[in-house]
C-alpha cells in the first residue's frame, strides 16, 4: 500500500518536474501536536511516531526520526521500500546535508509550504548555500492531497468565548494593545498564525489541537480590520456575534494565502517569521516592506494578569485535591487491588474530571513505572503497559485544563521499599526543585542566570538530566508556552533564554535523574513569578508555587538536606495540608497530614 | 591657553572645512591607559580626568564625562568656554545625539581615526542614519598634533623577552596555532592592534601602558610573513634576533596604515573590528574581502596553559605573603603610627616590591578608609586622603606584575570596632565570594549562569553592587583581559557573557556593597577554573582559589554563615595558613594562626 503511494507521488513529482519531495510532520500552524488532517508523513510511510520527515526522489525514500523511535520505524517501515535514517547516529547524514548532496544543482525540491515553518526552511537553503549547490524550492504543492482520497476533514470543533472572570481582560482591550504596538513598529499590516495567540487575543478556546484548546484559525490585522480566517461552521451565532462586536470579520480558513498576497505593494507586513509557514512569508508581493519579531501576543500571553494567576492558584487547588487523592489511592492499594501504568492514568483522569470546569488533560499523561520512569518521552501503550508492584518508584507526569487555567505536575512516588541509590537521587532532585523555587533576584535576571539552582545538586554528584528545568505554561492554553524557560544554555539564535522574568510568568520547575534500565525521578511544580520589594538597587521578585500536591516523604533522606532546604521543604507541605485538607474524606486528611510532616 | 588653542583648532578645521572636531580619550590600541602621548583631549579642555570626550565646533564645545568627574570637570573646564555635559543626567545629550542634532545635513566631522574605535564610530554613524541626517567622516587628520607643539613622544620602553618557563609555550608554537586558524577560516592577512594580544602572541612585555606590560606596535600575518610595526628603538639586538629567528621582519611604528592600504584586492583581511581603530578598518581597498571575528589570539590568551596556571599559583603565594604582612603591620600600627590611604598605598609597593620578579603593581591601587570605600573608582589623591583611624573598614583594592603572572586582590580589613551594620554587611559579601568560587559546573556554562551565586545573599535583602562579579586576568599580561566574565546580564551584543568557562581561565570574584557617605566592602580573589570528573552526563569543571591572603574574620558574623558556607571558610584559611606560615616572621605566623582560626 506504501510502495503504491509512493509510486502515485513520484508521478506526480514526474508531472511537476521535482527532483524530490518532502513531507514533514507539521500543521500549518506550528502547533506541537499535528491533527489527523495534517498526518501526510504517515500516510505516505506508514510510520506512526510523532516525529519524523520523508524525503522522497526518483530512486529512494528516507525517513529521519530521534532515537525515540529507532525501534518502532524498523518495524513499522518493513516492507515499505523506506530507508530509516537514524538521527544523531554516528555517520548519518542530516536530512539538509543528504539533500544538498544528492539533488542535483538546479534541482528542484517541492514540499507543501504551508506545513513547513519559514525559519527551517531557510535554514535548509543555508545549508545548500555552504555547499555551493543551487536548489529552488516549490511550495504551492500539496501533492499527497492529491493521492490521499479518504483525508480526514480538518478538525472542526466547536469555538468557545472565554468570560472576563477568566480572561482578566477584554477582547476589546487586547486588540487595542495589539494595535498600538503595531503603530510603534510602523506596521500596517500584522499576520498570526500560531494558534494559541490567535485564542488568547481573541478570548476564544477550541479543541482543533491534542490537549491544546485552540481554534484551527489565521488572523490579520491592520489599524482598522481584523480578519479572522476561520471554518465559519464552528462558530455559534452568539460567538460570531461577540466577535463581530469588537471588530472582528470572518473569511474562509485558506483565504488568508491570497489575503497576503493582496497587501499593496510599498505596505508594511509585520510577521514572527520564527513561527510562519514558508507559503504565508513567500507570498508577500516583492514590494512589501517585511517586518520581523517577535508575536506582538507573546509577551503579553506570557505574563498573566492578576486574573489569571488568582484563577491559577485556584485551579491548581482542584488539580491538587485530585493528584492528592491518587497518591492516597496508589499508597494504599498498591499491591492490593490491580493497577497498570493506563489503569494509573485512566484514574487521574477519573479524579480530575469531577474537578469543577475542568476540560480534559493538558498533554498525554506519562506514568512510568521502575525502568519506564527513566525514559523521558515515555507514555504507556497496552504493549509496554506494566503492572504496578508494591516496590520501587513510579513517575506521573500529568496535567489537566481548566476553564480558568492550566496544571502540569510530576510525582514521582514510592510505591514500597526503596534502595539506598533511589533515595540519594530523589533527594538530589527535591534539592533542586527547592532551590529554584526559592530563588529571590532582580528584574533583568533570565532562565538562564537561575537555571544553576536546580542543578547544582545533581552536579556535584557529577550528575545531570538532558532537559530543559522549566517551561512556561499558558492559561488555559498550550502547556508549553514561549518565551520563558529555565535552561543553562544561552544559545544565541533562541530568544528563550534571553526573556526576562516578570511578574506573573508562569513557569515548571521540574529536574529530574534518570537511570536507563533503573529508574527515573522527576519532581515538578508550577511556580508565577511575583514581585518581591523595590529598593535603590532595583525591582526584586521571587517566585510563588502554585502546584499543591505533597511530595513523598517515604523517598526523602532528610539528613542530605541542608537546613535550609528542609526549612523550604516543611513550608512547602505545611501549606500544601492547610490548603487541600478542606477537599479530603477523613481518612485522605489523616494520610495527608502525615506525608506533609515536619522532617 | 585652552581658548588660544581652541581658536587654532577652529582655525584648522576651517582650512579642512569640518563643521565639527571630535577628541576622544583613546590610544591607537584600545587599550585600558592612555599614555602622555596620546592625551589630546587634556590638552585641548584642560580636563585631567581618565575618561571624556571633547567636541569642538565653530559656535561652541563641550566636553563629555561621567559621574565620577563632575565636580573635577567644573573646576577645570572653568574659562575655557567649554560646556561640561554631565552624562546619564536628565535632560543631557548624548554625544552622538547632539552631533546628529547639530551638525548641518551633509556636514563633516573630523577626527583622527587611530584613535576611535571602528565599533564606536559605526555606532555614530547608526545614531545619524536613525535621525536620517548624511554625514560624513574626515578621519585622517591629526589636528590636535599640529597645534601640540612640546607634545610628549610617544612611549618607547624597552621590549624584553619571555622565557619559556614563563610563557609554556613557544613563539613558534604560537604563531603557527595562528596561521592554521588563519587557514580554517580563509583569512590571508590578520592584522592585529590590540597591545596585550601582540605580547602574548610573540612572548614579549613592555612597559608603554601604565600597568599593562605591553610593547606599542602593531602585527600583520600572512602565511609567509608576519611584520611587527614597531619603533624599532626599543628592541636590543638580541630581541630582534630572537624575533628574526622565528620570521619576524619589522616595519615602522605608523607603516601599517600603509601596509593595510596595499593589500591586494580579492585577498581576505581578517580583523576583530571590535578591537580595532577606525583608520585601520577603513584604509583596506574596496577590493578586499573583511572577514571579521576574535582575534585568533582571544582564546588561546585567555585560557592558560599548565606552565601559567603553576606560574599564577606560585605568584599568589609571593603576593600573599607580601599582602598579609600588610595587614599584619596595619592591624597592629593602625592608630599607634600615621597612616594614611596614601601610605597604605605605598607600603603595599614597598612589601611587593621585595618579592621575588615583582614588575610593579598591576593597576592604580585603591586604597579607600571609612566612607572612601563606597567610592567604587576611588583613587586617593594629596586633596581627598585621610589619615586610617583604629575604627571602621579600610577597602584595598591592588595587585601585582610579576614575571609569572598578575595579581589582583581586594581585602577589606576592621581597623578597630565595627557596627553590626558592617559586620552584616561583611558576611554577605564573604558568603558571595565563598559559594562562586565553590562552583561545579559542566562544559558549556558561561559565566552568566553563575552569577547568581555570588549576587543571592545580597539579592535575599534587596541589595546589589553596581558592577560585575569578576572579569579574566591577564598572564604578567593586563589585569582586565577578555573575553571571560562574571555578570548576570547576558547582552546580545557583547560576546562576554557567552564564553563557556573553560580549564585555565583565570577570573576574578568580586562581590561587594557600598553604603554610600558611610562605608564599602569588597572581597576578591582570583580563581582558576579546572576540570573535574568527567562522567556520561559531560566533562565537569570547578574553580581553585588562587589568592592565598586571610579573610579579616574581625568582620564575620559566623551565625549568619550556612554551614557550608563555614566549612568553605575553614578550608580556605587552613589553605592559607598552611601556604603562607613558611614565608613569614614568628610574630606573623602567630597572628596568621588566629587570623585563620576555624569559626
New interface residues.
Given amino acids: 500500500m506504501i510502495k503504491e503511494r509512493l509510486a502515485k507521488l513520484r508521478a506526480l513529482m514526474e508531472r511537476e518536474g521535482l527532483d524530490a519531495y518532502l513531507i514533514l510532520t507539521q500543521d500549518f500552524h506550528g502547533s506541537e501536536y499535528v491533527g489527523e488532517y495534517f498526518k501526510c508523513r504517515k500516510f505516505m510511510s506508514g510510520f506512526t511516531g510523532s516525529a519524523g520527515s520523508l524525503l522522497v526522489m526518483k530512486d529512494m525514500a528516507g525517513l529521519w526520526t530521534d532515537g525515540r523511535y529507532f525501534l518502532q520505524a524498523e518495524k513499522e517501515l518493513a516492507d515499505t521500500s523506506i530507508t530509516l535514517f537514524k538521527m544523531q547516529e554516528e555517520g548519518v547524514p542530516k536530512l539538509s546535508d543528504f539533500l544538498a548532496d544528492k539533488l542535483p544543482d538546479g534541482g528542484k525540491l517541492g514540499f507543501d509550504g504551508r506545513a513547513f515553518n519559514y525559519k527551517a526552511a531557510q535554514n535548509f537553503l543555508k545549508v545548500f548555500e555552504k555547499k555551493e549547490k543551487k536548489i529552488s524550492f516549490v511550495y504551492d504543492k500539496d501533492l499527497v492531497g492529491e493521492i490521499w482520497e479518504d483525508r480526514p476533514a480538518l478538525s472542526a470543533e466547536p469555538t468557545m468565548l472565554l468570560d472576563l472572570f477568566c480572561t482578566g481582560k477584554s477582547r476589546k482591550d487586547k486588540i487595542s494593545d495589539i494595535r498600538r504596538a503595531m503603530a510603534e513598529k510602523k506596521a500596517d499590516y500584522f499576520v498570526l498564525s500560531s494558534l494559541d495567540d490567535i485564542a488568547w487575543l481573541l478570548n476564544i478556546r477550541g479543541a482543533d489541537v491534542n490537549c491544546n484548546p485552540v481554534v484551527l484559525s489565521y488572523l490579520a490585522m491592520t489599524e482598522e480590520s481584523l480578519i479572522l480566517f476561520i471554518n465559519e461552521k464552528v462558530l455559534s451565532d452568539s460567538v460570531r456575534e461577540a466577535l463581530s462586536l469588537d471588530g472582528v470579520t470572518f473569511a474562509p480558513y485558506n483565504a488568508v494565502y491570497d489575503y497576503v498576497k493582496q497587501i499593496p505593494e510599498g505596505k508594511s507586513l509585520y510577521v514572527d517569521d520564527k513561527k510562519t509557514n514558508y507559503a504565508i512569508m513567500m507570498n508577500r508581493a516583492e514590494g512589501v516592506k517585511l517586518l520581523t519579531g517577535d508575536n506582538f501576543t507573546l509577551l503579553p500571553k506570557c505574563i498573566k494578569n492578576e486574573t489569571e494567576v488568582n484563577n491559577e492558584r485556584e485551579v491548581h487547588i482542584r488539580d491538587g485535591v485530585a493528584v492528592t487523592k491518587l497518591i492516597y489511592w496508589l499508597k494504599k492499594n498498591v499491591g492490593k487491588i490491580p493497577m497498570t501504568e493506563l489503569s494509573v492514568a485512566e484514574k487521574f483522569e477519573e479524579l480530575r474530571s469531577v474537578q469543577k470546569h475542568y476540560m480534559g488533560p493538558s498533554f498525554e499523561p506519562i506514568v512510568g513505572y521502575g525502568e519506564h520512569g527513566a525514559i523521558i518521552h515515555y507514555s504507556a501503550t497496552k504493549e509496554s503497559n506494566v503492572i504496578l508492584e508494591p516496590k520501587g518508584f513510579v513517575l506521573m507526569d500529568t496535567g489537566g485544563q481548566y476553564l480558568e487555567g492550566t496544571t502540569d505536575i510530576t510525582r514521582t512516588v514510592a510505591l514500597g521499599e526503596l534502595t539506598r541509590e533511589e533515595q540519594e537521587a530523589f533527594t538530589l532532585v527535591l534539592r533542586g526543585n527547592l532551590n529554584l523555587a526559592a ?4 528584574t ?3 532562565g ?6 536546580a542543578r ?1 545538586p545533581m ?2 554528584q ?3 538530566y ?1 532537559h530543559g528545568t522549566g517551561h512556561g505554561v499558558g492559561c488555559f492554553l498550550n502547556v508549553h508556552e514561549g518565551p520563558v524557560s529555565f535552561h ?3 544559545r ?1 539564535e533562541e530568544r528563550t ?2 526573556t526576562e522574568l516578570a511578574e506573573g510568568m508562569v513557569i515548571s520547575d521540574e529536574p529530574g535523574l534518570y537511570f536507563e534500565g533503573k529508574f527515573g525521578i522527576r519532581t515538578e511544580n508550577l511556580i508565577v513569578c511575583k514581585k ?2 523595590k ?1 535603590e ?2 525591582q ?1 521578585l521571587t517566585f510563588e508555587t502554585l502546584t499543591m500536591v505533597p511530595i513523598d516523604l517515604d523517598a526523602v533522606l532528610v539528613e542530605n538536606l ?3 532546604e528542609r526549612k523550604l521543604l516543611n513550608t512547602y507541605h505545611k501549606k500544601v495540608y492547610e490548603t487541600l485538607s478542606p477537599y479530603l474524606e477523613a481518612e485522605e486528611v489523616e494520610w495527608l497530614r502525615e506525608a506533609t510532616r515536619e522532617v
Fill in positions: 530563588a529571590k533576584f532582580k533583568g535576571i533570565c538562564a542566570n537561575l537555571d544553576y539552582l547544582f552536579w556535584e557529577g550528575l545531570d538532558n543553562w544554555r544561552i544565541e533564554t534571553y518581591a520589594e529598593t538597587y532595583g526584586f541542608s537546613e535550609r
